[in-house]
């Protein structure tokens, strides 16, 4: 397992911090955090100008010019939009495509259909985790809560036996798996591999997934016994069109991205030469920028055109899905320059140094990080993108692997217990109409139960390779 120790020093770094530098490093950094904090628990700011203050808050205590304050926040917020901008965009793209041609019902149909019974919350985690992968969290929640509804009434199964495992699979997949915009920015901020990380994401995620879904919605039902609410059985986007892609067509397309950059990873793995014309060919396609695209291009007949879109519908499906982006864009990027404020203020230095003698795995850190900004802010992209900053000089000395499962871990912190200040709570509790009892019973334990087996096994995982 990776470990905070003195060999993380390079030889030529620069001397450590004093102590003194240290105390004002620390009190800076818990003034930035709680401004933050403050300004989106107490004052509802929206997170991406929580985070330009806080920015500026962290830069004025930590004793730097503003200017130079500005000056790294403005180059943190460009470097990551420009880093991962372009990535969230095209999955955003891909997602309402998916959503407006029907292509989602269809896969949801289709498994449905060969599922009952007992494998019916089995067949709803799947349905999600396979939806989660191009959908943000949010627009994932709003697809699938009428096939969930739908589901649990006319099947008569309590609504948490099916919807918990729909909840676990859009989560894990949300929290862990890349083009989501938490996971890229961990990935940007770390410098990992995100073919690797992308690996042994799902890796831990199917584990993870399973414990937290059908395993744990058996006692999520006993907790809670509700069945659907009447009220909340809205229209689905295919019940207005005259045809829709077919399953393989739509699947193909859905795990296109995903199939690439694991065939870029694989290759980097086994040829291991960047001057081969085979690896440089699947550097190319494998990229995040490629591999996306292509999916997209690719949607626009398997899935727009299948529907019957014209190319005049085909573009307002891509406005559509563009629009709503704007917010997280410019939340990951204030998350961008707000780690780059932490980066050149000095707070990654001072962790390395008082960290130096300290037991705790690094990942283990890393965790808790994210797991203490989560309970704070209740967004689960706010505390990714500030525990990537401060734990990214940990980095520097890591193995690929192990730089790829420090994002995992990262990622699952970010998990941990939604409760009140979390939009995804009231998301949650106003679809399947509990009360915040219920809502804290179910999906807060829920979300708990994702953290802490997921960060188990990025460490057990850390122990092995």
């Known amino acids: 397992m990776t470990r905070l120790s003195v060999e993380m020093l390079a030889a030529d770094a620069p001397p450590p911090i004093t102590s003194a530098g240290h105390a004002q490093l620390g009190i800076a950094v818990l003034v930035g955090i709680a401004v933050i904090v403050l300004l989106i628990t107490k004052f509802k700011l929206h997170a991406f100008l929580a985070l330009t203050i806080g920015s500026l808050a962290l830069g004025a205590a930590a004793g730097a010019p503003l200017d130079k304050a500005i000056t790294s926040f403005t180059t943190g917020l460009g470097a990551t939009v420009a880093g991962v901008g372009v990535l969230i965009a095209l999955g955003a793209i891909l997602g309402k495509l998916l959503a407006d041609s029907g292509g989602a019902d269809q896969i949801v149909d ?13 067949a709803m985690v799947l349905i999600a985790s396979v939806i989660g992968l191009p959908l943000f969290f949010e627009v994932g929640i709003v697809l699938l809560i ?46 990992a591999n995100l073919g690797v990380t992308l690996a042994l994401g799902i890796l831990v995620a199917i584990p993870t997934v399973i414990i937290a879904g059908p395993l744990f919605s058996k006692v999520a039902a006993r907790w809670v016994d509700v069945q659907a609410p009447e009220r909340m059985l809205p229209q689905r986007a295919s019940d207005e069109l005259e045809r829709r892609p077919g399953f393989g067509a739509t699947l193909a397309t859905m795990l296109l991205p995903v199939v690439l950059m694991l065939a870029k990873a694989l290759v980097d793995i086994v040829v291991d030469n960047p001057a081969n014309h085979t690896q440089r060919v699947f550097d190319v396609i494998g990229s995040p920028l490629i591999a996306l695209l292509a999916a997209v291009i690719v949607g626009f007949f ?100 192990h730089a790829a499962l420090l994002v995992l871990a990262i990622g699952a912190g970010s998990l941990f217990f939604s409760h009140v200040n979390d939009a995804g709570f009231w998301l949650v509790k106003e679809y399947f109409g509990l009360s915040v009892g219920q809502t804290v019973k179910t999906w807060s334990v829920m979300e708990t139960i ?3 087996v997921a960060g188990g096994l990025v460490l057990l995982l850390s122990l092995v390779i």
């Open 110 to 122: 289709t498994i449905l259909a060969k599922a009952g019974g007992r494998a019916m919350p089995w």
């Open 146 to 191: 009428p096939v969930v509804l739908m589901v649990a009434k006319r099947g008569n199964y309590s609504l948490m036996r099916i919807g918990i495992p729909a909840l676990a699979g859009l989560s894990v997949m949300h929290g862990l798996i890349p083009p989501h915009p938490g996971p890229l920015v961990a990935i940007d901020a770390v410098k």
């Open 302 to 401: 398997t899935l727009g055109r299948a529907a019957g879109f014209t190319k005049d519908r085909l573009q307002q499906t891509v406005d559509k899905g563009l629009m709503p982006i704007a917010g997280i864009l410019l939340i990951v990027g204030a998350g961008g320059g707000f780690k780059q404020t932490l980066i050149d203020s000095g707070v990654g230095r001072m962790i390395l140094d008082i960290s130096k003698n300290w037991s705790i795995p690094a990942l283990l850190l890393a965790w808790l990080i994210a797991v203490v900004i989560r309970l704070a802010t209740g967004s689960a992209t706010v505390a990714t993108v500030s525990a990537a900053g401060l734990v990214a000089p940990l980095a520097a000395d890591m193995s690929t692997t």
């Open 450 to 452: 994702i953290s802490v």
